[in-house]
């Protein structure tokens, strides 16, 4: 069924997919799509942000905002820092909506039996979506239907005949342009059941495992996937496994592929362009092949593209580095954007990230430009060892001396990372990718770095010199930096942790005093004082300014 005609007329018997009541038809989602289509219809305005939690109540709101003229924005969750970062964008929102914000919601589905309804125009339906931010700040794209249409019937005619007759499990949000194209609107064109999102990977076996079944998730999702559970039971039910939104390691891959029994198929695009190309695992050239319609080209080393998936016609020239091999395919070379100066050295983040990963006892690595007077090279590394990220300082620091010294063989001194943090897992956003504002903030300290003046058994005292760059100065005192209390009593248990055996579970505090606020550039003397019992901490702040903060700290086993 094509897109502009999919919910016109009712085709009772038809399964769309599993709803939150049991298996939903044609007819049941095209009468849902009405009563949305009224909603929308009796409000002012053109945009809508929407954001419903319901794979099949989402596509019936989609449809019955379009039939009613209206244009959609996508948001990404329903957070309320998300809906005040759309708020600019539309008129107002619908859909599920956190208590507090008013919105639109739909009514009751009338009793009247369903109408026939025009056939949409593709090139006046819009839906707005933003880009993931991976290198800046999100940004609003406009992707008409006819551009949504083409891409679908490019996945049908590349892949129809690996997921003919098999249900959709997901585990990427339909909120998402990827999400929306291979969990909503393709498999609702090409007849194919929807389910809900599956969260949990014990749910994903157990769906998996019901029939013949494709899988759409990202790299994320995919390298985290559990081998303690029953995947057998999925063998030969799961006919393709897709996965989008980030490259695609070899070791990710090949454990989806050990697990699901299928290699996973890599879908390379954007926001701005659709989808591009395609490969699939274990080819040992990594070779992608163009989807059908797309026609691409090497502008100075990058690719360039041509395809119906794009809002204009002509050649979209991307920030992607390629080599054409023999065959009519590409093989991908890393970002161009990603080639960073410093000191008037040219460094590739993609070689430092590749070369870090061949690293013993690194699973994971990014590599990002610190701004400020001087910018820096800094590295996020989640270590094989999970243990070294709670070890002593100097253990860490040995670690990243051995990445420093790998690195060293194939990068000067200046091309290498000066600055490191060790990390349980890279920072995802909601479609599974790295976003460089959250590998930056990994990199503003937490904690002041103590400068130690005397450590005994019951008796200890430090300096603490507050870097203007501390998180907790962020946000907390809008109108001014000022060190919390919350923080200074934080710090007192945290450094009180590294002298005494204290006891784990904390009861109350006592008799805490604040004085003085402190501010960015001050240094700070906390006395730190352990009780007979054992069990009672007294802290103290003071600098030259007199005393700051005092109190005590009781824990549960206190006598």
Same mark, same amino acid.
């Given at each position: 069924?094509?897109?502009?005609?999919?919910?016109?007329?009712?085709?009772?018997?038809?399964?769309?997919?599993?709803?939150?009541?049991?298996?939903?038809?044609?007819?049941?989602?095209?009468?849902?799509?009405? %009563?949305?289509?009224?909603?929308?219809?009796?409000?002012?305005?053109?945009?809508?942000?929407?954001?419903?939690?319901?794979?099949?109540?989402?596509?019936?709101?989609?449809?019955?905002?379009?039939?009613?003229?209206?244009?959609?924005?996508?948001?990404?969750?329903?957070?309320?820092?998300?809906?005040?970062?759309?708020?600019?964008?539309?008129?107002?929102? %619908?859909?599920?909506?956190?208590?507090?914000?008013?919105?639109?919601?739909?009514?009751?589905?009338?009793?009247?039996?369903?109408?026939?309804?025009?056939?949409?125009?593709?090139?006046?339906?819009?839906?707005?979506?933003?880009?993931?931010?991976?290198?800046?700040?999100?940004?609003?794209?406009?992707?008409?239907?006819?551009?949504?249409?083409?891409?679908?019937?490019?996945?049908?005619?590349?892949?129809?005949?690996?997921?003919?007759?098999?249900?959709?499990?997901? *585990?990427?949000?339909?909120?998402?342009?990827?999400?929306?194209?291979?969990?909503?609107?393709?498999?609702?064109?090409?007849?194919?059941?929807?389910?809900?999102?599956?969260?949990?990977?014990?749910?994903?076996?157990?769906?998996?495992?019901?029939?013949?079944?494709?899988?759409?998730?990202?790299?994320?999702?995919?390298?985290?996937?559990? &081998?303690?559970?029953?995947?057998?039971?999925?063998?030969?039910?799961?006919?393709?496994?897709?996965?989008?939104?980030?490259?695609?390691?070899?070791?990710?891959?090949?454990?989806?592929?050990?697990?699901?029994?299928?290699?996973?198929?890599?879908?390379?695009?954007?926001?701005?362009?659709?989808?591009?190309?395609?490969?699939?695992?274990?080819?040992?050239?990594?070779?992608?092949?163009?989807?059908?319609?797309?026609?691409?080209?090497?502008?100075?080393?990058?690719?360039?593209?041509?395809?119906?998936?794009?809002?204009?016609?002509?050649?979209?020239?991307?920030?992607?580095?390629?080599?054409?091999?023999?065959?009519?395919?590409?093989?991908?070379?890393?970002?161009?954007?990603?080639?960073?100066?410093?000191?008037?050295?040219?460094?590739?983040?993609?070689?430092?990230?590749? &070369?870090?990963?061949?690293?013993?006892?690194?699973?994971?690595?990014?590599?990002?430009?610190?701004?400020?007077?001087?910018?820096?090279?800094? %590295?996020?590394?989640?270590?094989?060892?999970?243990?070294?990220?709670?070890?002593?300082?100097?253990?860490?620091?040995?670690?990243?001396?051995?990445?420093?010294?790998?690195?060293?063989?194939?990068?000067?001194?200046?091309?290498?990372?000066?600055?490191?943090?060790?990390?349980? %897992?890279?920072?995802?956003?909601?479609?599974?990718?790295?976003?460089?504002?959250?590998?930056?903030?990994?990199?503003?300290?937490?904690?002041?770095?103590?400068?130690?003046?005397?450590?005994?058994?019951?008796?200890?005292?430090?300096?603490?010199?507050?870097?203007?760059?501390?998180?907790?100065?962020?946000?907390?005192?809008?109108?001014?930096?000022?060190?919390?209390?919350?923080?200074?009593?934080?710090?007192?248990?945290?450094?009180?942790?590294?002298?005494?055996?204290?006891?784990?579970?904390?009861?109350?505090?006592?008799?805490?005093?604040?004085?003085?606020?402190?501010?960015?550039?001050?240094?700070?003397?906390?006395?730190?004082?352990?009780?007979?019992?054992?069990?009672?901490?007294?802290?103290?702040? *003071?600098?030259?300014?007199?005393?700051?903060?005092?109190?005590?700290?009781?824990?549960?086993?206190?006598?």
């Amino acid at each position: 069924m094509a897109l502009d005609s999919l919910l016109t007329c009712p085709q009772a018997g038809r399964p769309v997919g599993l709803g939150a009541h049991g298996m939903v038809d044609h007819a049941a989602l095209q009468a849902r799509s009405c %009563a949305w289509q009224a909603a929308f219809a009796a409000r002012p305005g053109r945009d809508w942000a929407l954001y419903v939690e319901d794979t099949l109540e989402f596509a019936a709101a989609l449809y019955g905002a379009w039939h009613a003229g209206k244009r959609v924005v996508l948001c990404a969750d329903n957070l309320p820092g998300t809906l005040q970062q759309v708020a600019a964008y539309v008129d107002g929102h %619908a859909g599920d909506l956190p208590s507090g914000v008013s919105g639109l919601a739909c009514g009751a589905v009338t009793t009247a039996a369903p109408q026939a309804r025009d056939v949409l125009d593709e090139r006046s339906c819009e839906l707005v979506v933003f880009t993931s931010g991976s290198t800046g700040q999100p940004a609003a794209i406009v992707k008409r239907l006819d551009q949504l249409a083409r891409e679908v019937e490019a996945l049908q005619q590349a892949f129809a005949g690996l997921v003919e007759g098999a249900q959709v499990h997901g *585990t990427v949000s339909h909120q998402h342009i990827y999400g929306l194209l291979f969990r909503v609107l393709w498999p609702l064109a090409s007849g194919r059941p929807i389910l809900p999102r599956r969260f949990f990977h014990e749910d994903l076996v157990a769906g998996l495992a019901q029939g013949p079944s494709i899988l759409v998730a990202t790299p994320a999702h995919l390298k985290r996937l559990p &081998g303690q559970l029953s995947w057998q039971s999925v063998h030969g039910q799961v006919r393709a496994v897709f996965s989008s939104g980030g490259p695609l390691s070899a070791e990710a891959a090949a454990l989806a592929t050990r697990l699901l029994a299928v290699p996973p198929i890599e879908v390379f695009g954007s926001s701005e362009t659709g989808g591009i190309a395609w490969r699939q695992s274990g080819d040992a050239q990594g070779a992608w092949r163009p989807l059908p319609g797309v026609q691409w080209r090497l502008d100075q080393d990058c690719l360039s593209v041509n395809s119906a998936h794009l809002a204009e016609p002509g050649w979209w020239a991307t920030q992607d580095r390629a080599r054409a091999l023999a065959d009519g395919s590409f093989q991908l070379l890393g970002r161009a954007d990603r080639i960073v100066k410093i000191e008037e050295r040219r460094v590739s983040l993609d070689a430092l990230e590749r &070369g870090l990963c061949l690293a013993p006892g690194v699973a994971e690595a990014r590599v990002l430009v610190l701004p400020g007077a001087r910018e820096q090279l800094a %590295a996020a590394v989640v270590p094989v060892d999970p243990t070294l990220l709670d070890a002593p300082a100097e253990q860490r620091r040995a670690f990243q001396q051995s990445l420093n010294t790998h690195l060293a063989s194939h990068h000067d001194a200046v091309t290498r990372p000066r600055r490191w943090r060790l990390c349980a %897992a890279l920072p995802l956003n909601a479609q599974g990718k790295v976003t460089q504002a959250a590998l930056q903030a990994l990199f503003q300290p937490l904690l002041p770095e103590p400068q130690w003046l005397h450590r005994g058994p019951e008796q200890a005292r430090l300096q603490l010199a507050l870097d203007p760059a501390l998180k907790v100065f962020e946000g907390h005192f809008p109108q001014a930096a000022i060190l919390p209390g919350v923080a200074q009593l934080d710090w007192a248990i945290h450094f009180a942790r590294q002298c005494f055996a204290l006891p784990a579970h904390f009861q109350r505090l006592e008799t805490v005093k604040f004085q003085h606020v402190a501010r960015p550039g001050d240094v700070l003397d906390l006395e730190l004082n352990l009780g007979p019992a054992h069990g009672v901490l007294a802290f103290r702040y *003071t600098s030259a300014a007199g005393v700051h903060a005092s109190g005590r700290v009781v824990f549960a086993d206190a006598a």
